[in-house]
């Protein structure tokens, strides 16, 4: 292609162009630069591919990592967006599982090396050769890069791809797809439910998932924060009791009190507070992904027997199940909902926790 605006895929220049789509997105040229309108290529219709035109995409915490390349991955341009929710617009030859018309979802990756002993046993999430990230990640057939949801349409592998339920509003059911499965996964995989204490760090678009999920499951939810203005409404997601981390004394009754804490911060903060509220065999989960490295006293770790662990999403499987478990349960992300033009002022009140509790992008708003 010749317009500058236009991404150039990888793949050698004699490379047919036959079936490609050119479609409008929002990306980020460099790690200081500004989101803004950018064209990308869509590849031509494989036999199990789906075209999907997008209608919302979440705004993930992560897609501001990438977008500054605070963990030192991002390739530019980078168009973020793994919180999808679309309508099939045409389908490959050979695909089953869905047909033109109906609503879908993709999340956080799009495809695995689907042979490794992982992705064997349905944990393609945790691929040995790496899974295929929705954006800012090299197609494992053709090489080129991965763009995500901030666009007008994906084409994606079908088995990538997530059954949606009319039971709930599309645009809240968009965060399911990595705030949602993020804190679904590791309270199933630590089997929490009725009996169990639960503490919940951070109250924000993980957060407030955590929270729903543990209430849901049956466990006894404490919200642990530093803000007090928080209680309100972590006890209208669910929430049954709120800790301040700043008070000494409350911190000092809850010593040795909880079975498993959901850590979702993002940014720097102490680990080793946490580990003195841990019961024997406790764990920390860690599915918040600070840009900078932690330290953890071993000896925190020792007296109990603790452990401190780290999370990634679920796999397809796992996510088709949470998804059913919502539609069931009436399960959804509390949402704002922006245009696209608005995105640079979203990422900068992330930035200040003001949202509550999840940019949602209304994808008819890129014109």
């Known amino acids: 292609m010749t317009d500058a605006n236009v991404a150039s895929p990888t793949q050698s220049p004699s490379a047919s162009r036959a079936g490609r789509s050119v479609t409008r997105a929002y990306a980020a040229q460099s790690s200081t630069s500004p989101l803004a309108p950018f064209q ?56 089953t599982k869905f047909r033109v018309g109906d609503t879908i979802g993709v999340g956080v990756m799009v495809d695995s090396c689907r042979q490794c002993v992982n992705c064997r046993k349905g944990l393609e999430q945790y691929c040995i050769k790496g899974a295929v990230g929705t954006y800012s990640a090299h197609d494992l057939v053709s090489g080129e890069i991965t763009y995500g949801g901030y666009s007008k349409q994906i084409v994606v592998d079908e088995d990538y791809a997530l059954t949606l339920s009319d039971k709930l509003p599309p645009a809240a059911v968009a965060p399911l797809l990595c705030a949602g499965i993020t804190t679904y996964s590791p309270l199933r995989h630590w089997k929490v439910g009725k009996g169990h204490k639960l503490g919940v760090v951070g109250l924000g678009g993980l957060g407030h ?53 959901i850590d979702t911060v993002s940014a720097k903060h102490d680990y080793n507070l946490y580990l ?92």
């Not at 390349?69 to 309508?87: A, K």
């Not at 997601?237 to 301040?244: E, R, V, W």
């Not at 020792?302 to 397809?316: F, V, Y």
Request: hydrophobic share 40%; net charge negative.
């Open 40 to 95: 990308i290529e869509r590849r031509a219709l494989r036999p199990r591919d789906v075209q999907v035109e997008i209608l919302y995409c979440g705004v993930c915490h992560s897609d501001i990592h990438m977008a500054r390349n605070e963990w030192c991955e991002t390739i530019y341009p980078v168009v973020p967006g793994h919180e999808i929710v679309g309508r099939v617009t045409a389908a490959g030859d050979d695909t």
């Open 209 to 261: 998932m955590a929270v729903k999920f543990g209430a849901a499951f049956g466990a006894e939810v404490t919200m642990l924060s530093t803000s007090p203005s928080k209680e309100k409404d972590a006890r209208r997601l669910g929430a049954h009791k709120f800790a301040l981390t700043t008070d000494p004394e409350r911190m000092k009754e809850l010593a040795g009190y909880f079975d498993l804490i």
């Open 276 to 367: 003195g509220l841990l019961a024997t065999d406790g764990t920390i989960a860690c599915v918040g992904i600070p840009p900078t490295p932690a330290q953890v006293a071993i000896s925190k770790l020792g007296a109990g027997r603790k452990s401190i662990a780290g999370s990634s999403i679920g796999s397809i499987g796992e996510t088709q199940e949470m998804l059913d478990y919502c539609a069931e349960h009436g399960i959804v992300s509390d949402i704002e909902m922006i245009d696209i033009a608005n995105i640079n002022e979203a990422y900068d009140r992330i930035m200040k926790a003001d949202v509550r509790y999840r940019f949602v992008i209304d994808m008819a708003s890129l014109a």
